[in-house]
């Protein structure tokens, strides 16, 4: 189907079938990385807590425990998955893809619960400092860093346009810093002695987790208010400027299902009474919104302009 206005052609096609298929494609691949992914942090978790426990080193079971909130984002992830692929219903007319929202959501408070633990801990260690196993902390931390690696890997396969799969490629890549951050850290210790350092880092890893927290927390809550995709202002801008005989567009409301599922209700208040007008411009309108900003689910009021 093409759009035809003032010259210009707007290829389309039928957005919601294409959405569908396409989220359904990506959906295979990323079940599949996510379940590798998740298995392999999971393991590796449980490895650095208990090492973290047996050399005494709060920078390490801090990581660990970052990874624990990477695990937990991966089977969050996976799980929404698989809710979102449930057929839409009477009672959810949109279906479950809020699924993966609503657990992005639960991964930022829980991984900003981990900090408020981490900071309380460094606190402790900072008025009773302890000796740890900078040896064994090194081959933990090693172990972790590798696992990062491998588990980057094979996120970059997945989908990075789904905002649970680039979270947790983005916290992927925050644990691998981290990991190696301690390694650093425990050769210094090894060599100095200097224990505290332990603490430092481990605080450094707290805010690594917690500027990931705020905006992973921040991109949900958006969504799940109902936040707009688009800044409405420049929307309307667009629509003015490209259809001259368009008088006014008010009350815009846009908002976000999941990725490049968007919903836009507006009024468009014409310069004279034409029935045919009406619909050509819920049409064209329509199409343009489509081809411009991805909005493919319109709800359009027509109006007249008052002499």
């Not at 390490?60 to 089977?75: E, P, Q, V």
């Not at 190696?180 to 050769?187: K, L, R, S, V």
Request: contains cysteine; hydrophobic residues 50%; charged residues 15%.
């Amino acid at each position: 189907m093409v759009c035809k206005y003032n010259n210009h052609h707007y290829p389309l096609s039928n957005h919601e079938q294409n959405h569908d298929n396409g989220h359904n494609h990506h959906d295979i691949n990323d079940k599949k990385l996510l379940t590798i992914s998740f298995v392999i942090t999971f393991v590796v978790m449980i490895v650095e807590i208990a090492g973290g426990i047996y050399v005494n080193s709060l920078a390490l079971i801090s990581d660990a425990i970052h990874m624990f909130t990477h695990a937990f984002a991966l089977g969050l992830s996976l799980f929404a998955l698989v809710i979102s692929t449930k057929k839409i219903d009477n009672k959810k007319s949109f279906g479950y893809f809020r699924a993966e929202v609503l657990a992005a959501f639960i991964n930022g408070l829980t991984i900003a619960l981990s900090v408020v633990w981490i900071v309380y801990e460094a606190i402790m260690r900072f008025l009773s400092p302890e000796e740890i196993l900078a040896s064994a902390t090194i081959m933990i931390a090693a172990l972790g860093l590798v696992v990062n690696i491998i588990t980057g890997l094979i996120l970059l396969k997945a989908n990075h346009d789904n905002i649970n799969i680039k979270s947790a490629f983005l916290h992927m890549l925050a644990d691998t810093f981290s990991s190696a951050a301690i390694i650093i850290g425990a050769i210094i210790i090894y060599y100095t002695h200097f224990y505290m350092l332990d603490t430092i880092l481990a605080l450094v890893v707290a805010v690594v987790i917690a500027k990931w927290a705020k905006g992973l927390l921040s991109d949900s809550v958006h969504v799940l208010l109902e936040g707009s995709p688009y800044d409405v202002d420049t929307v309307k801008e667009a629509i003015l400027a490209e259809f001259e005989y368009i008088a006014d567009v008010h009350d815009i409301h846009c908002w976000e299902i999941s990725h490049n599922y968007y919903y836009l209700t507006c009024h468009i208040i014409l310069d004279k009474v034409d029935e045919e007008l009406y619909d050509k411009t819920i049409s064209e309108v329509s199409e343009f919104l489509e081809y411009k900003f991805i909005i493919a689910h319109t709800t359009i009021q027509i109006e007249h302009k008052e002499n």
